[in-house]
């Protein structure tokens, strides 16, 4: 096991959900730096509090960065503080759904926001540290959250599932690219997570996102926090490159089991 002492890891979407169970499970094994990035940089100031509070010997470094504005990337990173700069783990896990829309009523304006979240703010988040890995000899992790939705379509999903299913693409690419390095490239893909996803791929409406998930039993984000531990923290020769992770009632993104 490679332990996550003195580790500076870099979590996009960190304020909530995943990406904030993301941070509790590492801070939980190990005396990492942390930079939390996310646009709501208060929540992200409160998480520092409380992990710094409760986990001795990890440090926060709160980074207010909105991923979808990709001219900010380059100039955030090259800004780091010299004690966060030298990045080893990059977490890519800001990503949202906006609308279950059929193409024919596509709002383009909610469809630029997903694919520059999801798609090219992850580019642009992985070009830019992985040019840090390879200073660093070729060593350094990145896991891309991308979704059972970039595995299997649903009608209205035209728009989120393409772009998971792009981040997939794009990860095996590079995990191939990146092949002769020891630099390991892992896609984490989740079923239903109970966290505000569904809210805001519902615009809001929580009556509608509850209806979704109505009688079903979802994922945490800290079993997403757990799988991403294991496997940041095998040996150097192991690549956790592919794993999917479901709760039991489900199948694919479409096919659900509800008892009622
Ligand atoms: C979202 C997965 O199953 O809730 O990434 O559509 S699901």
């Known amino acids: 096991m490679t332990s996550l002492d003195g580790r500076t890891v870099f979590i996009t979407g960190a304020s909530t959900g995943v990406g904030k169970a993301i941070a509790y499970e590492i801070a939980k094994v190990g005396k990492a730096n942390l930079i939390l990035a996310a646009r709501r940089i208060a929540l992200i100031e409160e998480l520092k509090t409380e992990l710094e509070s409760k986990y001795e010997g990890v440090k926060v470094l709160p980074l207010k960065l909105d991923v979808s504005k990709v001219e900010e990337i380059e100039s955030t990173i090259a800004?780091?503080?010299?004690?966060?700069?030298n990045i080893d783990v990059l977490i890519n896990n800001a990503g949202l759904a906006l609308g279950v829309d059929y193409v024919r009523n596509l709002d383009m304006q909610d469809t630029m926001k997903v694919i520059n979240t999801n798609v090219i703010g992850l580019i642009a988040m992985t070009k830019a540290i992985i040019r840090i890995f390879y200073k660093n000899d070729g060593h350094g992790d990145i896991v891309n959250i991308?979704?059972?939705?970039?595995?299997?379509?649903?009608?209205?999903?035209?728009?989120?599932?393409?772009?998971?299913?792009?981040?997939?693409?794009?990860?095996?690419?590079?995990?191939?690219?990146?092949?002769?390095?020891?630099?390991?490239?892992?896609?984490?893909?989740?079923?239903?997570?109970?966290?505000?996803?569904?809210?805001?791929?519902?615009?809001?409406?929580?009556?509608?996102?509850?209806?979704?998930?109505?009688?079903?039993?979802?994922?945490?984000?800290?079993?997403?926090?757990?799988?991403?531990?294991?496997?940041?923290?095998?040996?150097?020769n192991f690549v956790l490159s592919q794993a999917t992770a479901l709760p039991s009632f489900q199948a694919d993104c479409t096919y659900m089991y509800r008892k009622e």
């Not at 800004?79 to 700069?85: Q, R, T, V």
């Not at 896609?187 to 997570?193: K, L, N, T, V």
């Open 146 to 236: 991308s979704s059972i939705a970039g595995q299997d379509s649903y009608p209205g999903g035209s728009i989120y599932c393409c772009s998971k299913a792009a981040v997939s693409m794009f990860t095996s690419t590079l995990r191939q690219e990146t092949i002769d390095t020891r630099i390991r490239v892992m896609e984490i893909d989740p079923g239903m997570i109970d966290t505000d996803f569904l809210t805001v791929r519902a615009h809001g409406d929580k009556a509608a996102a509850d209806r979704v998930s109505r009688g079903l039993e979802p994922l945490t984000g800290q079993d997403i926090g757990e799988l991403i531990v294991f496997g940041i923290t095998r040996r150097e």
């Open 79 to 85: 800004s780091l503080p010299e004690e966060f700069a």
